[in-house]
């Protein structure tokens, strides 16, 4: 069994940085795809990026690109999301989530096989 635990979430003003963490127990696949959703006041959960282990390739929902990065540490068996430049529509909690295939489509919730708890992030104005 896979296990994701996320941390890093928090309290933090419009226009501050946070850096969330998820680590993962143990690979079942050489071949993933590891992501973030959210999940906001409207509860529908969102994509919001991705990275494949083909190639390192990485994919962003229009909302947070240019102001999200995904990125990896296979050494550590983790994946982070630097988010900055938040605004108080980032307010969600935020789920790592992974998949045993690098390909598929990014933003789609029932492909991934594995779910953090996660992790709460909250931005005033």
């Known amino acids: 069994q896979v296990q994701l635990v996320e941390s890093g979430g928090g309290l933090v003003q419009a226009g501050d940085s946070l850096r969330l963490s998820c680590k993962v127990s143990?690979?079942?696949?050489?071949?993933?795809?590891m992501a973030w959703f959210r999940q906001g006041p409207d509860n529908e959960r969102a994509f919001v990026a991705a990275?494949?282990?083909?190639?390192?390739?990485?994919f962003y929902a229009d909302t947070v690109e240019g102001r999200f990065t995904i990125s990896e540490d296979n050494a550590k068996s983790a994946v982070y999301l630097q988010m900055d430049d938040l605004k108080p529509e980032d307010t969600a909690v935020y789920y790592c989530?992974?998949?045993?295939?690098?390909?598929?489509?990014?933003?789609?919730?029932?492909?991934?096989?594995?779910w953090g708890q996660g992790t709460r992030v909250t931005v005033s104005s």
């Open positions: 990275v494949s282990s083909h190639r390192s390739r990485t």
């Open positions: 143990r690979r079942t696949s050489s071949e993933y795809t």
């Open positions: 989530a992974s998949r045993d295939t690098p390909w598929g489509p990014w933003a789609s919730l029932s492909s991934y096989e594995y």
